[in-house]
């Protein structure tokens, strides 16, 4: 069984930056792909970021050149540090981490941007 904790959302101000990092735990291959998701109240979930075991990375159009994902592979950990925050950022955040076959889900994090 897998677990995902994620933690750093909150308020922020238009302009601002937040860290958000999910720590995933249980079994699971090296070879996966971890990433961040997010939901605004009405939307559908979307794509944010993604980051292989390898290090290779996929963007967002709306978030590139603001946003970057990082992992930490030996602690089973990624990251999304998010600058230049827009109010349309605003949303739920789940962490996924997927394989082969399979693909977990965090329990998501709020992030509030304030105009």
């Known amino acids: 069984q897998v677990q995902l904790v994620e933690s750093g959302g909150g308020l922020v101000q238009a302009g601002g930056s937040l860290r958000l990092s999910c720590a995933a735990s249980g079994s699971m291959f090296s070879s996966n792909t971890m990433g961040w998701y997010r939901q605004a109240p009405g939307k559908q979930r979307e794509l944010v970021a993604t980051?292989?075991?390898?290090?290779?990375?996929n963007y967002a159009d709306a978030v590139k050149g603001r946003f970057t994902i990082s992992r930490d592979n030996a602690k089973n950990t990624v990251f999304l540090q998010m600058n230049s925050l827009k109010p349309e950022d605003a949303a739920v955040y789940y962490c996924?981490?997927?394989?082969?076959?399979?693909?977990?889900w965090g329990q998501g994090t709020q992030v509030t941007v304030s105009s």
């Open positions: 980051i292989t075991s390898g290090g290779s990375t």
């Open positions: 996924n981490v997927r394989g082969a076959l399979y693909s977990h």
